[in-house]
């Protein structure tokens, strides 16, 4: 025997995952086109039980399937924030599928295959597993970008996100491949050791990590690789934006903690400043762009851009403060992006939208509750105290300062002053200005639950982060 | 003996490779690449590598060269046959192919494989098919699900939706 019952049990929450959305497909068939809502809710059903298998798998470090798939609390606390991604974009679909007309149970079915990809991700102890799961999670991606087939926009994204996805997958690829030539193995604890003893390395080994770095910047949208993001994420289904500017995003974060922070850890100064270059990159032009755009939409995927930037800046720290400091950010960015998402959402209804900045002028006249969340929203991207996204950056940046790169914490504050203008000019939008014609928000007890429940984690982790922040530290794999 | 294959699969490999980039019927290059990339499967073969060479056959012969013909036949063939590229740009392409084929020589060249072969047992169908179900049972697993996802991502995008 070469896997054990063991094994079968470690994996037991991507089995359920991905073998309900195979049952999925089948019961959609017998649901008649009015009641998908049906779909939706045993997907969250699903989703449900994966994440309480998870919790019961907690507590435990071990390697099944011969090293290839890892269970340890870092996964399990990155399968928790891809269940809270998950669920919370089923909710925030329900409705919106409806007016948009593309209410099909495959939506929901894709979504659960890519949910098992970034599960799969987080949980890879080989460079294999962590592509396949990489590709898993894009593949349905890349359908649910293009699923409003009648829109020109997400057609042209869905193309472009699969064209550079596939061009992404093969540098990464390449560069598995370089590592694997030099390392003679792909298992992530095998290459750690083919370092420290000297094997792995030289120049093919140093080109294998720059493709490495260069993969995962596309996956994440980092520049300068990160062009395909403000197409895609404007063309897409708004919940699809929120979907994958968390989830997906999240995944990369956990696979390159895992790749860079264990495989490349003994070689830390062969890629540090490649992290770092692209780390910076991101946050400068991600929030410079985004002063210039007029599409909420497009801002948000270059503050998405800017994001990535911060969250990478933990890696480079190279620390286990870093890389809690990143599992916190992931879980906070969830939150108040699911959020902002839901927001959009609302304002679509019959025609009318919130994509331009300028549908928001003079909100706050009609709508005070509602504009308040979505102030408590944008005050968060920002990082403004005593929001949960302050407390985010703050972690990040104190293990910056720890490992004494203070050069980097300083580019990076000044960056999130300048992310704090395009933020803020919405803001004063809905307060300042008079409305331009009357609103009429969507009224969905899916986004309502949305709403309230990321704000209440937004304001709760900014004046109480320390059960998450510990959780994280906790959850983080020693170096 | 396997001098006398080698050399035979290797120039006739080299003459339809070469054959590819001269002929000027679109459908005559895709065919002297098909036979082109069936030489380097046989000299898969000879490097005791008979996986590698099916692979080889199933994926580029099979898939992507019945793929490269369907567009060639679908496109306008005669159009795409007398167009060439102007002057310039052809030095510029000429150039960057030039640079491309000195950098793969010196990579070819300096790289530490040429000196270490592969252990052969490794490489056998049989030993990767242990492989995939014992060490690589999980992935293997994985690109399953794959498989079935991409399929449902094609026919929801290929699909006529009534609105």
């Known amino acids: 025997m070469f896997f054990s019952a063991a094994d079968i049990f470690a994996v037991l929450p991507e089995m359920v995952i991905s073998g309900m959305a195979c049952l999925l497909l089948l019961v959609d068939l017998a649901v008649p086109q009015r009641k998908k809502g049906l779909v939706a809710l045993l997907s969250v059903i699903s989703v449900l039980a994966a994440a309480f298998l998870t919790f019961s798998l907690t507590g435990v470090d071990t390697k099944a399937f011969s090293g290839t798939f890892v269970l340890d609390d870092y996964s399990a606390f990155f399968k928790l924030i891809f269940y809270i991604v998950t669920v919370f974009t089923i909710f925030i679909s329900l409705r919106y599928l409806k007016t948009e007309e593309i209410n099909m149970g495959e939506y929901y079915v894709l979504m659960l295959f890519s949910l098992s990809g970034m599960m799969v991700m987080a949980s890879g102890g080989d460079l294999l597993t962590i592509y396949l799961g990489l590709e898993l999670t894009a593949l349905p991606i890349y359908a649910l970008v293009g699923f409003l087939q009648h829109d020109r926009k997400s057609n042209e994204a869905a193309m472009k996100y699969v064209i550079l996805g596939a061009f992404s997958s093969a540098i990464l690829l390449y560069g598995i491949s370089l590592i694997y030539g030099t390392a003679g193995t792909t298992d992530l604890a095998a290459i750690a050791e083919a370092i420290r003893s000297g094997k792995a390395g030289g120049t093919l080994f140093v080109v294998g990590i720059i493709m490495l770095v260069a993969g995962f910047g596309f996956k994440i949208a980092g520049f300068p690789f990160h062009m395909w993001a403000p197409d895609a994420y404007e063309g897409a289904p708004t919940p699809i934006t929120a979907f994958m500017s968390a989830g997906p995003k999240a995944a990369a974060f956990a696979a390159i903690m895992r790749v860079f922070l264990e495989a490349l850890y003994p070689a830390y100064g062969s890629w540090e400043l490649a992290i770092a270059a692209v780390a910076v990159g991101s946050m400068v032009v991600g929030n410079i762009t985004a002063i210039m755009q007029t599409s909420l939409k497009r801002m948000l995927a270059y503050s998405s851009i800017g994001h990535a930037g911060y969250a990478l800046l933990g890696v480079v720290a190279g620390t286990e403060e870093g890389i809690a400091g990143v599992m916190f950010y992931m879980l906070v960015y969830t939150f108040m992006n699911l959020g902002i998402f839901a927001m959009i959402i609302m304002m679509r209804r019959d025609g009318a939208n919130g994509d331009q900045i300028s549908h928001w002028a003079g909100f706050a006249k009609s709508n005070k509750v509602a504009a308040l969340v979505m102030l408590v929203f944008l005050f968060s991207l920002a990082g403004i105290p005593p929001t949960a996204g302050f407390m985010a950056k703050f972690y990040v940046f104190m293990a910056l300062i720890h490992k004494g790169m203070i050069g980097l914490a300083v580019v990076a504050a000044l960056m999130s002053a300048v992310a704090a203008y395009f933020y803020i000019r919405v803001v004063m939008l809905m307060y300042m200005r008079e409305p331009e014609k009357e609103f009429s928000l969507v009224r969905s007890w899916g986004i309502y639950c949305v709403l309230a429940v990321a704000l209440a984690a937004v304001v709760v982790l900014g004046i109480y982060p320390d059960y998450f922040v510990s959780l994280a530290n906790r959850a983080a794999f020693s170096l | ?163």
């Open chain 2, 1 to 163: 003996m396997e001098k006398f294959f080698f050399l035979m699969f290797a120039i006739t490999a080299l003459c339809s490779g070469l054959a590819v980039v001269t002929l000027r019927n679109p459908v005559h290059s895709a065919v002297s690449l098909m036979l082109c990339l069936v030489q380097v499967a046989a000299l898969f073969v000879l490097l005791r590598s008979p996986f590698v060479a099916v692979a080889q056959v199933f994926i580029y012969v099979g898939a992507v060269m019945v793929l490269f013909l369907f567009v060639v036949l679908i496109l306008d063939i005669k159009k795409a046959a007398i167009e060439t590229f102007p002057p310039v740009k052809r030095r510029f392409v000429g150039g960057v192919i030039a640079v491309l084929g000195i950098e793969l020589l010196a990579f070819i060249f300096a790289s530490p494989f040429g000196t270490a072969p592969a252990d052969a047992a490794e490489t056998t169908t049989e030993s990767i098919g242990k492989l995939l179900f014992t060490k690589y049972l999980f992935p293997f697993e994985v690109v399953s699900i794959i498989l079935l996802a991409a399929l449902v991502a094609a026919v929801i995008m290929a699909k006529e939706r009534q609105r």
